[in-house]
């Protein structure tokens, strides 16, 4: 399985978690590839995990778009700890891309992604929580029937604004009668 990470490489964003788990995700033989910028100690930390498992992790430090999409797109699963996410919109890209996403149950994570059904949900932030969804993610991985059926609940999901549009609509013309 290759796990995708695009972000900022800070505490907040949970980055810390992904280097205490990436030898649980390299020990069942999963790959990790990671674009990011950030804190220099993260930066470090990545940089070594890569020349130490090559094959297995590689990092980019910067951003780029394109490479960003193609990560999304291209991984088995988007990792997406962050301690805390007002909104969030890689955890909806990677859906639109059929790429499950994994997420700290907080803010627009939590809003967006149900677990076992669009992706995979977990709490606390911490490593051993994000190791466990890791373990849920491969172990329906491996049943390819669950697995597409994974992939599909996230891209069937509408992601734009005509559902909450409509919704806004009606409340206001049921509003509008009462005053007319």
């Given at each position: 399985m290759l796990f995708g990470v695009v972000s900022r490489l800070t505490a907040?964003?949970?980055?810390?978690?992904?280097?205490?788990?990436?030898?649980?995700?390299i020990a069942q033989s999963g790959q990790l590839v990671m674009l990011g910028k950030g804190d220099a100690d993260l930066?470090?930390?990545?940089?070594?995990?890569?020349?130490?498992?090559?094959?297995?992790v590689h990092v980019t430090i910067g951003f780029d778009?394109?490479?960003?999409?193609l990560i999304e797109a291209g991984a088995d699963c988007f990792l997406m700890p962050s301690r805390f996410e007002p909104c969030g919109l890689n955890q909806?890209?990677?859906?639109?891309?059929?790429?499950?996403?994994?997420?700290?149950?907080?803010?627009?994570?939590?809003d967006s992604v149900v677990d076992k059904v669009t992706?995979?949900?977990?709490?606390?932030?911490?490593?051993?929580?994000?190791?466990?969804?890791?373990?849920?993610?491969?172990?329906?991985?491996r049943d390819?029937?669950?697995?597409?059926?994974l992939v599909q609940g996230g891209l069937s999901q509408s992601l734009d604004w005509s559902g909450s549009a409509a919704r806004y609509e009606?409340?206001?013309?049921?509003?509008?009668?009462?005053?007319i």
């Open positions: 907040q964003k949970g980055t810390d978690l992904i280097v205490q788990a990436a030898p649980d995700i930066e470090n930390a990545l940089r070594s995990m890569a020349q130490q498992h090559p094959g297995r778009e394109s490479l960003a999409h909806l890209y990677s859906r639109a891309y059929g790429t499950p996403p994994i997420v700290h149950a907080t803010g627009g994570l939590a992706g995979f949900v977990f709490a606390p932030a911490t490593a051993e929580a994000l190791i466990a969804a890791v373990e849920r993610a491969f172990s329906r991985y390819p029937a669950a697995w597409d059926c009606s409340v206001y013309q049921n509003l509008r009668l009462r005053v």
